[in-house]
T-cell receptor, first 115, second 118 residues
Framework: QKEVEQDPGPLSVPEGAIVSLNCTYS??????FMWYRQYSRKGPELLMYTYSSGNKEDGRFTAQVDKSSKYISLFIRDSQPSDSATYLCAMSVWAGGTSYGKLTFGQGTILTVHP | DSGVTQTPKHLITATGQRVTLRCSPRSGDLSVYWYQQSLDQGLQFLIQ???????AKGNILERFSAQQFPDLHSELNLSSLELGDSALYFC?????????????????FGPGTRLLVL
């Protein structure tokens, strides 16, 4: 079983729809949660991050973490064709005063927003 | 543009061969990370170097090795290549050695090297 599970989709929605992307994880040591966006033939870029349970909002994007359920989500409001990309959740560990360089990624969800 | 450069962009080679992938981190970044992205395994961490020294190791095969040079650029060497090594190889860099989303530890990814083993 993978440490981080993410439905690869693909997900196709009309412009303006609300998109919900989700990941579950099994490692309780994960304390930092990130969402990366990857356009075709490009490297991933950091979109949002959080390190506490609850919601964090940034424009049309909301990241949600539920540590008790080991479940994280990314919501995209008023989705645009330019949001079409692969969205990867990523997690990292903090351990007693130091953090480790390894990011553990989900499989990625392919999102297409059509006009 | 993340500021991380990778060469070459594409590489086609045969089984059994050896290749070297090169990465130049963002100016001032001391950490370099290597990741492999394939359709079946997704994006997987291979290895990290911080200021010339190995810092963390993931599921890197023994046939693969990496190093970071005094000018902070890094190379990933893949030898005895197999068909299953065909993948996208990404390099990322950050200022410090951790993996939290603070500005100093955010990992910035390069455009990747697409390796095809025939």
């Amino acid at each position: 079983q993978k440490e981080v599970e993410q439905d690869p989709g693909p997900l196709s929605v009309p412009e303006g729809a609300i998109v919900s992307l989700n990941c579950t994880y099994s490692n309780s040591a994960f304390q930092y949660f990130m969402w990366y966006r990857q356009y075709s033939r490009k490297g991933p870029e950091l979109l949002m991050y959080t390190y506490s349970s609850g919601n964090k909002e940034d424009g049309r994007f909301t990241a949600q973490v539920d540590k008790s359920s080991k479940y994280i989500s990314l919501f995209i409001r008023d989705s645009q064709p330019s949001d079409s990309a692969t969205y990867l959740c990523a997690m990292s560990v903090w351990a007693g005063g130091t953090s480790y360089g390894k990011l553990t990624f989900g499989q990625g969800t392919i999102l297409t927003v059509h006009p | 543009d993340s500021g991380v450069t990778q060469t070459p962009k594409h590489l086609i080679t045969a089984t059994g061969q050896r290749v070297t992938l090169r990465c130049s981190p963002r100016s001032g970044d001391l950490s370099v990370y290597w990741y492999q992205q394939s359709l079946d395994q997704g994006l997987q961490f291979l290895i990290q170097y911080y200021n010339g020294e190995e810092r963390a190791k993931g599921n890197i095969l023994e046939r693969f090795s990496a190093q970071q040079f005094p000018d902070l650029h890094s190379e990933l060497n893949l030898s005895s290549l197999e068909l299953g090594d065909s993948a996208l190889y990404f390099c990322a860099s950050s200022s410090l050695a951790g993996a939290t989303p603070t500005p100093q530890e955010t990992q910035y990814f390069g455009p990747g090297t697409r390796l095809l083993v025939l």
